[in-house]
């Protein structure tokens, strides 16, 4: 968190302070969002799914909240250094919490598609659960390591993300096993996507860990970039 | 072992953390550089001061100690810090008017365009001609606008036709406009700042290389502020300035190098004197200072 | 209701006065006005005295006629012209020596040095001499060995100059202090000599503040009568004095000379020359006063 102050601009502190508690238990909206729609994923449950899309009202409204304070502070107390990039890294934060509840809707929009009583897949409701345990670990993680700007617990998040990759790869096979079932198939596709939108939340995830860096350290890059996955970034030579 | 990436994360933590520099150096990464534009992209890298270990004393008492840094060409370099940490002292140096105050001494080396400034065959007056000042209360002498601009040439023998160097030091000054039918109208009738403005105009008729500015904005409103703000970003395409502020928003808004000088008290808290912390690109103070008291002091915790 | 009520207490508050308050004010008040009363009553007394006893020879005869035993023919004019002579002279070395001094002490002179504040305290002591001791100073070293100047017209000038020259002094410093540092500072500041700054902002920037202490003085060197009379101003003088007669009179010398006769016509003569002096002091520190607000920088 924010140094304490001497007893200067205490104001300003404790505005920064709130602002930014605000924003990272967003991210629990999040997690609380994604609790519901991985229950309804196991249970294949359209009316909670429904309660998923009405309450993403909640998260946006959190989103506008932030950024209209993001603004009012930037124009009243002009931050500098920490400050100023601990605002940058919040206005992305929101970004990135507002996206993972539009995900958590997009799945919610997908359960109905299968219809009541679905032909599911025990093996790939499994995946898919497990997929939404690891995001919902991932997510909390993305939250501690920004409140504690802790940069090693950010890079982790790669790690973990790797997790996710590989479930939804595998979610990708078991599609194409069970692709040759006619009445399974339609089922199987519509799960592909939910896979799909959990592996983009957990990207998301990733992308609050950058922030981290950029916060501590001001340095603004990818943990890894998205075009050469598995390999670290080159460093660029120094200018004179 | 670490790959590069944390490598350079983990040093650039270490000189967060680490102690004093001045002059730092800019170091490598892709940091987004930020938006904003300062009026011309200023890549010069010609030196116009080069400060080695300055120290100013008064009857014996130390004001500032070891000052270390250059100044370059087409620059605006500014130098904030908190009262009493000798900004003042420093920039009233560079065009030796310290002289004038019988108990200064000045120890070190300050070279301006590679010659000594102290030197013993250095003529105080040719260095205020070509170093100008403009201070903090807007001064026009009790005369009209166009002898206040005049006098300079006058004092000095310029010989070249009076009527265009003053009205090419008014225009210069962004103030030809308002002032053109009233050059003999008596310069206290004007506001605080279209006085500070002639003041500047007045530096700029006698042709000066720098122009020093000792917190010309501080007794001004926001709008006359703006205006010399802009000014200052037309100045410097001619001339290099050095400017003194307490007022860091000017700061980040106007300069392109910031020193920031810090008050150090000696072991008994007897005395007190001013060092630099850190000197660098504004953007860099200002985005990512080095130093943790430089951060501290930007944003408001300190001082 | 309430608004009334609350109206109310605050017009009780605003207006009340407790009866002391006034009482002492006006009191006080009174004091004030007497003091003044008091030193206008002199001066008009002395006027109005005066006026009573000379108003038949305030006539163009009293500056057109030289002086005469003969009451009747008797004119202050050779005074008059005496004293112009010896004012000219006066203003001629008075403001060189007294604003040089000024300068040199504001400008050039070490605040802090001894030799600096021996000068000042011994100018501000001079200033309080009585002025008889400049006439026998005048006398014993000016009219006398070594200038041997005898009793003239510049032996006075000189002798008179010396007295009123704390008073310029002492004026001129104040006007030049009151030209503010940052003026020289910014002169300096554009590669001006200290002498450019001196000679170009700060006395054009003092002189209204000169000026007037130079009226004064000289306003005060006129009426002066005592110093005059040991460097032998003649009482009685027919012909006109110039630089260049061996002797001379003044204008309090002769009047004075009027009051020690017996006549009474001498002595309306007198109270007409009274007037004419104090008429002329009145002109000279009207016009200082005008001078210094007309031209009196505000900082």
Request: glycine letters at 6%.
């Amino acid at each position: 968190m924010a140094s304490s102050g001497e007893g200067v601009r205490v104001h300003y502190q404790e505005e920064l302070e709130q602002l930014e508690t605000r924003a990272l238990d967003g991210l629990d909206l999040v997690v609380s969002s994604l609790d519901r729609t991985v229950e309804a994923i196991r249970h294949q449950d359209i009316e909670l799914a429904e309660l998923v899309i009405a309450d993403d009202d909640v998260i946006d409204g959190r989103y506008l909240e932030i950024h209209q304070s993001i603004l009012t502070l930037l124009a009243t107390q002009a931050p500098v250094a920490t400050d100023l990039r601990l605002i940058a890294a919040l206005l992305h934060v929101m970004k990135n919490i507002e996206r993972m509840g539009d995900q958590c809707v997009n799945i919610a929009k997908l359960i109905p598609i299968a219809g009541h009583e679905p032909p599911a897949d025990e093996r790939m409701l499994r995946n898919l659960v497990t997929m939404g345990g690891a995001v919902r670990a991932e997510i909390r993680q993305a939250k501690r390591s920004f409140a504690d700007r802790n940069v090693e617990m950010a890079r982790d998040l790669v790690r973990q993300d790797d997790v996710v990759d590989n479930l939804n790869r595998d979610c990708f096979q078991l599609a194409i096993e069970i692709g040759d079932d006619h009445d399974r198939r339609e089922w199987a596709m519509t799960m592909l996507l939910v896979a799909r939108a959990l592996e983009r939340i957990g990207d998301n995830a990733v992308d609050v860990g950058e922030q981290v860096a950029f916060v501590v350290t001001g340095l603004f890059r990818e943990f890894e970039d998205a075009s050469h996955p598995g390999e670290p970034l080159i460093e660029p030579s120094a200018s004179p | 072992m670490d790959d590069p990436v944390t490598q350079e994360e983990r040093r650039t933590e270490e000189r967060a953390a680490g102690g004093a520099g001045d002059g730092a150096t800019a170091h490598a990464s892709i940091e987004v550089r930020p938006g904003f534009q300062h009026a011309a992209p200023s890549a010069s890298n010609e030196k116009v001061f080069e400060l080695h270990d300055i120290s100013v004393f008064y009857a014996g008492v130390p004001a500032v100690r070891d000052i270390t840094m250059d100044v370059f060409r087409h620059h605006v370099t500014a130098l904030i810090g908190p009262s009493g940490c000798g900004k003042s002292t420093l920039i009233r140096c560079l065009n030796r008017m310290n002289d004038l105050i019988p108990t200064a001494r000045v120890e070190g080396e300050l070279l301006y365009h590679g010659e000594d400034l102290y030197g013993p065959r250095v003529d105080p007056i040719q260095v205020r001609k070509l170093i100008g000042m403009v201070f903090q209360k807007p001064n026009p002498f009790p005369k009209s606008i166009y002898d206040n601009v005049a006098f300079g040439p006058r004092v000095l023998g310029m010989k070249d036709d009076m009527d265009d160097i003053v009205e090419g030091a008014l225009h210069s000054a962004a103030l030809w406009d308002e002032v053109k039918d009233r050059l003999g109208s008596n310069a206290y009738g004007m506001s605080g700042g279209q006085q500070q403005r002639l003041c500047i105009a007045r530096c700029i008729a006698v042709q000066p290389d720098v122009i020093l500015m000792d917190e010309p904005c501080s007794a001004l409103d926001p709008i006359s502020t703006g205006k010399i703000e802009d000014l200052m970003a037309q100045l410097k395409q001619e001339f290099s300035i050095v400017i003194v502020t307490h007022n860091m928003q000017q700061a980040a808004r106007v300069s392109d190098r910031t020193a920031f000088l810090m008050v150090e008290l000696d072991a008994d808290e007897r005395h007190r004197w001013g060092r630099i912390v850190e000197y660098d690109e504004t953007e860099k103070i200002f985005t990512n200072p080095s130093n943790p008291r430089t951060e501290d002091y930007v944003t408001g915790k300190v001082g | 209701m309430a608004v009334t009520g609350a109206r109310g207490v605050t017009n009780e508050m605003l207006s009340a006065q407790p009866r002391k308050d006034v009482i002492r004010n006006t009191i006080f008040a009174s004091l004030l006005f007497l003091a003044i009363a008091l030193a206008l009553a002199g001066l008009c007394v002395l006027i109005g005295k005066n006026l009573v006893e000379g108003w038949s020879r305030l006539n163009l005869d009293l500056i057109t006629q030289n002086n005469s035993s003969n009451p009747a023919e008797a004119g202050l004019r050779n005074a008059i012209i005496g004293t112009i002579w010896i004012m000219a002279f006066v203003i001629l070395m008075l403001v060189p020596l007294g604003v040089g001094a000024a300068v040199f002490l504001e400008e050039y002179g070490s605040r802090t040095s001894r030799i600096t504040r021996l000068i000042e305290i011994n100018i501000q002591n001079l200033a309080g001499v009585p002025s008889i001791i400049y006439g026998l100073l005048g006398l014993a070293f000016i009219a006398r060995a070594p200038l041997s100047l005898g009793y003239t017209v510049l032996a006075a000038a000189m002798t008179l100059t010396l007295l009123v020259l704390p008073v310029v002094i002492i004026a001129s410093r104040e006007a030049i202090r009151a030209v503010p540092t940052s003026i020289r500072e910014g002169s300096l500041a554009l590669g001006a000599t200290k002498w450019q700054t001196i000679r170009r902002q700060v006395l054009p920037a003092a002189i209204p503040g000169i000026a007037t202490g130079v009226i004064l003085a000289i306003s005060r060197a006129i009426g002066e009568t005592a110093p005059l009379i040991p460097l032998g101003a003649a009482t009685f003088l027919t012909f006109t004095p110039s630089p260049t007669t061996d002797s001379f009179t003044a204008m309090p010398v002769t009047i004075f000379s009027w009051v020690k006769q017996p006549q009474p016509e001498f002595q309306t003569l007198a109270a007409a020359g009274v007037l004419l002096l104090i008429a002329l002091l009145v002109v000279m520190n009207s016009f200082a006063i005008w001078l210094r607000n007309r031209y009196e920088q505000s900082w």
